[in-house]
């Protein structure tokens, strides 16, 4: 069973900058596809970035586009979301996800930012 834990969330003043970190169990970066979402109370789980390593895509959502970049070091099994330029919108529960065999969820870090 893959397990993911989520690090480096917090209190944040607009405009400036997180970086949450996404500790993985196992050595998967490069047979799994890799994610970083978000969600607010009310509101579905949403996608922020996505990034596939063997298939060499990235993807991010229209709303963090130019201001956030999902990376990994294979080295630490560890998934990172730099976000900078933030924005109270930006404000959520930020949670990891890897797929494989099936579908796998840290248990979030939550990214507030004031304004």
């Known amino acids: 069973q893959v397990q993911l834990v989520e690090s480096g969330g917090g209190l944040v003043q607009a405009g400036g900058s997180s970086r949450p970190s996404c500790a993985v169990s196992e050595r998967t970066f490069s047979t799994f596809d890799w994610g970083w979402y978000r969600q607010t109370p009310g509101k579905e789980r949403e996608l922020v970035a996505n990034?596939?390593?063997?298939?060499?895509?990235?993807i991010y959502a229209d709303s963090v586009k130019g201001r956030f970049t999902i990376s990994g070091d294979s080295t630490k099994n560890t998934l990172f979301l730099q976000m900078n330029g933030l924005k109270p919108e930006d404000t959520a529960i930020y949670y990891c996800?890897?797929?494989?065999?099936?579908?796998?969820w840290g248990q979030g870090t939550q990214v507030t930012v004031s304004s």
């Open positions: 996800s890897a797929v494989g065999p099936q579908r796998y």
């Open positions: 990034i596939n390593w063997r298939r060499g895509t990235i």
